[in-house]
T-cell receptor
Framework: GAVVSQHPSRVICKSGTSVKIECRSLDFQATTMFWYRQFPKQSLMLMATSNEGSKATYEQGVEKDKFLINHASLTLSTLTVTSAHPEDSSFYIC??????????????FGEGSRLTVL | GENVEQHPSTLSVQEGDSAVIKCTYS??????FPWYKQELGKRPQLIIDIRSNVGEKKDQRIAVTLNKTAKHFSLHITETQPEDSAVYFC?????????FGQGTRLTINP
């Protein structure tokens, strides 16, 4: 199956600093990638849709200036948590669907990145 | 937007018995319904999916049923084993976006 790699898997940072998380599709191209956030014992909540070559679209309630998304190529999307605070501590997971599989093709998930803000 | 409700939030069954998890969705235009298994700290893993033009799908001990009229779908696991213990999520796709249910923590008691 298709592989999505996410890095780093774990990151600890100080409050007020920024953290970048990378999501790569290793063996397929993805025009669109999705970023989710999962708090402990909760579901995955869609944060934003990352579109290659254009601006990301954010879900209601997600601050676009705080969660910067860049999708510079067909295999890489990055999520930067700016001025992180302890309440941003969470498990961030990206997912991608191979281009050309249609809007309902299987989504492949990265391993997730656990962010801890001190 | 789409809203997916999942029940129960926790489920405990004896090994060998069956487990059923139910979900409802709000958007009648949703047309793809995957189920995921997630172990602690890991990524969700697709275990089975169903499209809106199909009423039932089975893969060994796992089956999913879909009732489009009622807008609900269910996951059925038969002959449960200890390794089935995990959190299960249903989801629905609308306009390419995958929306998850709240999750069910399934515990298989030996």
């Amino acid at each position: 199956g298709a592989v999505v790699s996410q890095h780093p898997s774990r990151v600890i940072c100080k409050s007020g600093t920024s953290v970048k998380i990378e999501c790569r599709s290793l063996d397929f191209q993805a025009t669109t990638m999705f970023w989710y956030r999962q708090f402990p014992k909760q579901s995955l909540m869609l944060m934003a849709t990352s579109n290659e070559g254009s601006k990301a679209t954010y879900e209601q309630g997600v601050e676009k200036d705080k969660f910067l998304i860049n999708h510079a190529s067909l295999t890489l999307s990055t999520l930067t948590v700016t001025s992180a605070h302890p309440e941003d501590s969470s498990f961030y997971i990206c997912s991608a669907r191979p281009s050309g599989t249609g809007g309902t093709g299987e989504l492949f998930f990265g391993e997730g990145s656990r962010l801890t803000v001190l | 937007g789409e809203n997916v409700e999942q029940h129960p939030s926790t489920l405990s069954v004896q090994e060998g018995d069956s487990a059923v998890i139910k979900c409802t969705y709000s958007d009648s235009a949703s047309n793809y319904f995957p189920w995921y298994k997630q172990e602690l700290g890991k990524r969700p893993q697709l275990i089975i999916d169903i499209r809106s033009n199909v009423g039932e799908k089975k893969d060994q001990r796992i089956a999913v049923t879909l009732n489009k009229t009622a807008k609900h779908f269910s996951l059925h696991i038969t002959e449960t084993q200890p390794e089935d213990s995990a959190v299960y999520f249903c989801a629905a796709i609308r306009a390419q976006k995958l929306v998850f249910g709240q999750g069910t923590r399934l515990t298989i008691n030996p």
